[in-house]
Structures are given as C-alpha cells and as structure tokens.
C-alpha cells in the first residue's frame, strides 16, 4: 500500500453553519476530539485536525497511518462556513482505489455535530 497526498480538482469540502463564526469554532473542535482527532490551531480560524490509525490495524497487518487534515472556518455575513481541505496522507489500495474513510468520518463527525445543534445548513464539495 504506497500513501501519498492526493488532491481532487475542488481541494475541499464547505460545511455551512447557521451560527456565529465564535460558536462555530467551539464546535469544530468539540466534534472533532469527540471523534478521536487531536485538534491544533494555527490561529483561531485555521488549523488541523490529526488521527493516528489505531495499533489494532497495526498488528493485524496494515501499516500505521496518520491521518491529517487541514481546515479554516471562515466568516460569512453572520453565519459560518467550515472548509475542510482534502489535502492529506490518504492511501492508495493495490487497485488504485483511493481511501478516503477517514475524511467521511471528519465530514460525518463535524455535519452529525451541527445537525444535532440545530445548526447545519449544506455541505458543498462532495
């Protein structure tokens, strides 16, 4: 299994949050470390989001892996938008298949987060 970064032609995914760019960020790290992703913030509206493969897959045979993922949370008018860059180690199956599991689950995580606030309006980029 050969990891590589890979990047698609649209580069990220946008989550729309009805809730002020403050709360938005309580959340995104909220979601994020509840899901089982280190959280490091470059600035309070940048940062990445980090999971290291568990030993479990380590000694049944697949090659540790440290998923990372870079994203912004950006102003708009009142409300936020969540950019999550798919920049990131992902890995290439002997098929050629790209394995994104990985950002499904921060897109799931930070989405599931927002519905259940009553905040989620779209995800674009999928």
Known sequence: MVCRE????????????RAPIETTQVFVQQALSASGFRVKLVNPYKGTAEKASTAKKATA??????????????????????????AGPQCEGPNGVTDS?????????????FNQHGCLQGVLGL
């Open 6 to 17: 890979v990047r698609d032609p649209a580069g990220y995914v946008d989550i729309m949050v």
């Open 101 to 113: 599991r990985e950002l499904n689950l921060i897109i799931n995580a930070l989405t599931t987060w």
């Open 61 to 86: 045979g697949e090659p540790a892996k440290t998923y990372k993922f870079d994203f912004e949370i950006i102003r708009f008018e009142s409300n936020a938008v969540v950019r999550l860059h798919r």
